[in-house]
């Protein structure tokens, strides 16, 4: 399974960037997609969630501002952030695992990680 998150860039306070993940070598319905990000000098945190059958977990900071989406047919990820404060600058990862429930959030559950993607927001 290769997994590639685009889609970053340098975006302005209160901005709305989509980020994708395009994702091959696995076939769409088998997998849970999700996004996480890393902070210089942070560990690597959760932020959304979307499974085979659409249901959506967010990370609280993500909640009301960022919209996790998939479109299975091109087998491609999405994440709509609004709304972005300098606190959401960092790599975005994409992730896929074949499972959910309440260890969405744990690193070491998924199976599959992209190259991330730099989102980096100027006040």
């Known amino acids: 399974v290769q997994l590639q998150a685009s889609g970053g860039g340098l975006v302005q306070a209160g901005g709305s960037p989509r980020l994708s993940c395009g994702a091959s070598?696995?076939?769409?319905?088998?997998?849970?997609m999700g996004w996480f990000r890393q902070a210089p000098g942070k560990e690597r945190e959760f932020v959304a969630a979307?499974?085979?059958?659409?249901?959506?977990k967010y990370a609280d900071s993500a909640k009301g501002r960022f919209t996790i989406s998939r479109d299975i047919a091109k087998n491609i990820l999405y994440l709509q952030m609004n709304v972005l404060t300098p606190e959401d600058s960092a790599v975005y990862y994409c992730?896929?695992?074949?499972?959910?429930?309440?260890?969405?959030?744990?690193?070491?559950?998924?199976?599959?990680w992209g190259k991330g993607t730099l989102v980096t927001v100027s006040s």
């Open positions: 070598g696995c076939a769409p319905d088998l997998y849970t």
């Open positions: 979307i499974s085979l059958h659409r249901s959506n």
């Open positions: 992730a896929a695992g074949n499972f959910w429930g309440p260890s969405i959030a744990t690193l070491g559950r998924w199976d599959y």
